[in-house]
């Protein structure tokens, strides 16, 4: 009965290079959501999920972002050549469908060097 | 589009004192409504939620949140809280149909002196 996971918790980069953050959601939720948190702020929607497909991705803040979730299942946040603004918690929600109540994550700290 | 606003962003009060966390949202269109709480070291998890029916929804733990359409609000109300209260607590809308992505406010911290 685990809920959503993801990793690494804490992940320091230095400015430009690549991060890849893995969300696993609970079993058998179709829909899957990134959020992105700033200090001192809430979280803030980056992409959307179901199943394998993207079907909202108006959230991600430039073309260095890419998500992706191959199997329906685990997904993966991609950050290229990441920039010192990127330094945020990334938060991964999943949801039995779409309009179900979002179960989050506990978050990864990422900070940009 | 939809923008919600948390008005304070700190709300300290003493233990057993009543407490109320407000929050304005701004919607063309029907929402849902949440609030989610956040301990500390904690992630996010759903406090109660507004999506039809009765005003005026409750949590397991005390708290209650009444949905006012003509004002636009949702705050959330314990009439005594607790040492283990304290927390951030978020509000959130979402679009009615469709998928749910959250819009959210900024946050309120609430702490609690004894």
């Known amino acids: 009965g685990a809920g959503v996971s993801q990793s690494p918790r804490y992940k320091v980069a230095k400015r430009g290079q690549d991060v890849a953050l893995r969300c696993d959601p609970i079993s058998g939720h179709v829909s899957l959501f990134w959020y992105q948190q700033a200090l001192g702020q809430g979280p803030e929607f980056l992409t959307y999920f179901q199943n394998e497909a993207q079907l909202d991705k108006s959230g991600l803040p430039s073309d260095r972002f890419f998500a992706e979730r191959p199997e329906g299942s685990v997904s993966t946040l991609k950050i290229q050549r990441t920039q010192q603004e990127d330094s945020a918690v990334y938060l991964c929600?999943?949801?039995?469908?779409?309009?179900?109540?979002?179960?989050f994550g506990p978050g990864t700290r990422l900070t940009v060097l | 589009a939809q923008s919600v606003t948390q008005l304070d962003s700190q709300v300290p009060v003493f233990e057993e004192a009543p407490v109320e966390l407000r929050c304005n949202y701004s919607s063309s269109v029907s929402v849902y409504l949440f609030w989610y709480v956040q301990y500390p070291n904690q992630g996010l998890q759903l406090l109660l939620k507004y999506l039809s029916g009765s005003t005026l929804v409750e949590s397991i733990n005390g708290f209650e949140a009444e949905f006012n359409k003509s004002q636009t609000s949702f705050h959330l109300r314990k009439p005594s809280v607790h040492i283990s209260d304290t927390a951030e607590y978020f509000c959130a809308v979402s679009r009615r149909g469709g998928a749910q992505k959250l819009v959210f406010g900024q946050g309120t911290r609430l702490t609690i002196n004894p």
């Open positions: 929600a999943s949801s039995l469908s779409g309009t179900d109540t979002q179960y």
